[in-house]
């Protein structure tokens, strides 16, 4: 098997995997949205145009959904979506209808904040030693407050606040939030407009990694879009870029088919020593924008990739390079796979088995066959962190 071929094995069976493992929010827990869900807590999607007072469930779900991106880039998942699902609920008991009136969570700051610091506290009390037992840290470091922040204020306003006044600005201009986003062209230029948008965009609220993730959510795993062409679709948006995703990557050797270490040390991605212990720390997010030159002499693939960036991403009409972090979506073209079952699949490996630690669970682990650090380069498992 040539690089290509290795890698699309590779992709695909983390794909395979990650198509019986949904990572989506469990937004059925949400009590304004209870009735969107059938028996079997499956979204009713052929009544998402459904009114909801003025807005409509897809609306509604969204505008979730944005907000919920947003606070995914705190530490504890878990714990995280918990304290979202609960204080929404607790507000809207309070009548704070945060998603039918975003205007509601500023009026009301005191409630809001008070919901948040008292929620924070019940699930510290649960997560804290969860959270530091699979991450070898410290129970009483676990804060779910952004920014190694402890001031309520700055979590609040910046993280909970600027998602919030995006549909109340577009309210204020007689736009809907679906709208805004479905003018884009791909869900690719989508997730950069949320962010980068000069009016509306959630600048440095947000990072690549949460609007790929939201990308991921609105597209494939909540079947939000009401647009269906290619722009659209379960190719359309690149990976979301996390430590889990950066981790198996490297380890398995994914990265270095497509450049070597040196030029990883060059760009940052792979810092010497700067990681946990005083090992090679692996920052992921550095790997944007970077070229392949190995990636660029399989004829094959590049087809593949100009196919994918022209009709997919919308993002070039005739590229001369090949990014990096965008070969997962030219190696998933005519395959049966998405992006979203790929991400899936990372997300289930990376926080089951392989683990930010010396003990991971390779002899588990459902893509050992195919893993170089588990097969011939353990330096790979050893000396990286993320
Ligand atoms: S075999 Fe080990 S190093 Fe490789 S992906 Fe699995 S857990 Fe990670």
């Known amino acids: 098997m040539n690089i290509t071929q290795k890698s699309q094995k590779l992709l695909t069976t983390i794909a395979e995997i990650g198509r019986e493992y949904s990572a989506k929010p469990d937004i059925h827990l949400i009590d304004p949205f209870n009735h969107f869900f059938d028996k079997n807590k499956n979204l009713i999607l052929n009544e998402l145009d459904k009114q909801d007072g003025p807005w409509t469930r897809r609306e509604l779900i969204t505008r979730f959904l944005l907000l919920n991106a947003v606070l995914d880039q705190g530490p504890d998942i878990e714990g995280l979506r918990q304290l979202l699902i609960k204080v ?32 924070h506290e019940g699930i510290k009390k649960v997560r804290a030693p969860i959270w530091a037992k699979e991450n070898q840290s410290n129970p009483e470091k676990y804060n779910l407050f952004m920014d190694n922040s402890k001031q309520v204020l700055n979590y609040a306003v910046f993280r909970w606040g600027v998602p919030l006044c995006v549909p109340l600005i577009l309210e204020k201009d007689g736009k809907t939030l679906i709208d805004y986003l479905e003018r884009c062209n791909s869900a690719e230029l989508m997730s950069k407009e949320i962010k980068d948008n000069e009016r509306y965009g959630l600048g440095k609220a947000i990072g690549d990694k949460a609007g790929h993730l939201f990308a991921k959510w609105y597209v494939c795993s909540f079947n939000l879009a009401r647009r269906q062409d290619k722009g659209w679709q379960n190719l359309s948006f690149e990976i979301p870029f996390d430590s889990n995703a950066g981790r198996i990557f490297f380890r398995t050797g994914f990265l270095l088919n497509w450049a070597n270490i040196k030029d990883y040390i060059e760009w940052e991605v792979v810092q010497k020593g700067k990681g946990k212990g005083g090992l090679n720390y692996i920052r992921v997010t550095n790997i944007r924008g970077k070229k392949s030159d190995v990636a660029l002499k399989d004829n094959g693939l590049f087809e593949r ?23 997962p979506n030219a190696l998933l073209l005519n395959t049966d796979y998405g992006i979203d079952e790929l991400d899936n699949g990372l997300i289930y490996i990376g926080t089951n088995f392989c683990l930010n630690h010396e003990n991971s669970k390779c002899k588990d682990c459902p893509i050992k066959e195919l893993c170089e650090g588990y097969n011939s380069n353990p330096d790979l498992i050893q000396n990286y962190r993320t």
């Open 305 to 327: 990739y100009k196919t994918i960036c022209a009709e997919y991403l919308s993002t070039k009409k005739r590229p001369r390079t090949i990014e990096i972090q965008q070969i």
């Open 88 to 119: 929404t609920n607790e507000l809207y008991q309070r009548e704070v209808r945060i998603l039918h009136r975003p205007l509601d969570f500023f009026k009301e700051l005191g409630i809001s904040i008070d919901k948040i610091c008292t929620v």
